[in-house]
């Protein structure tokens, strides 16, 4: 009587197709619901100088946490929702708890000279370049 034993090659094949598809499913995308990254933001360049928009409505500004480290920004903080004692809880979409995201830039920040403004649910970092990471002319004689 023959023994047979499973594919190997066959379990790493179905093994590929399941990352791959996985890897190109909306999962881990953006999205309106909410789905993505928290908070959403856009981040581009104005001069030499990077510019970082973020929604954080509900947000405080005392419970904000911003870090600049090299061309590392970390962005962090907490919302609450209240319901009250007596309320009874049918539906719940808006997003409440701890946040922690952290983003890289192509250039090196001076952390020094950072600033942010809070305003309508909108924070804006203003992230200078560092004078150090700033490409330098050189004449040739």
Same mark, same amino acid.
């Given at each position: 009587?023959?023994? $047979?034993?499973?594919?190997?090659?066959?379990?790493?094949?179905?093994?590929?197709?399941?990352?791959?598809?996985?890897?190109? &499913?909306?999962?881990? /995308? &953006?999205?309106? $619901?909410? $789905?993505?990254?928290?908070?959403?933001?856009? =981040?581009?360049?104005?001069?030499?100088?990077i510019v970082v928009i973020?929604?954080?409505?509900? +947000?405080?500004?005392?419970?904000? !946490? +911003?870090? =600049?480290?090299g061309n590392t920004i970390? *962005? %962090?903080?907490?919302?609450? =929702?209240?319901? /009250?004692?007596?309320?009874?809880?049918?539906?719940?979409?808006?997003?409440? /708890?701890?946040?922690d995201r952290a983003i890289? =830039?192509?250039?090196? *920040? @001076?952390?020094?000279?950072?600033? %942010? !403004?809070?305003? @309508? /649910? +909108?924070?804006?970092?203003?992230?200078? #370049? %560092?004078? #150090?990471?700033?490409?330098? &002319? +050189?004449?040739?004689?």
């Open positions: 009587m023959a023994m $047979s034993y499973p594919d190997p090659f066959h379990a790493l094949f179905q093994f590929q197709q399941a990352l791959d598809a996985f890897r190109t &499913s909306g999962w881990l /995308g &953006s999205g309106p $619901s909410g $789905s993505g990254a928290y908070p959403p933001l856009n =981040v581009f360049r104005k001069g030499d100088d973020t929604e954080v409505p509900g +947000i405080r500004k005392a419970d904000l !946490e +911003i870090q =600049v480290k970390r *962005i %962090a903080g907490g919302k609450t =929702v209240q319901y /009250g004692d007596t309320a009874a809880l049918h539906r719940r979409e808006r997003l409440a /708890g701890r946040f890289t =830039v192509p250039v090196e *920040i @001076d952390a020094d000279h950072v600033k %942010a !403004e809070c305003r @309508d /649910g +909108i924070l804006a970092l203003y992230l200078p #370049r %560092a004078e #150090r990471d700033k490409p330098k &002319s +050189i004449t040739v004689g």
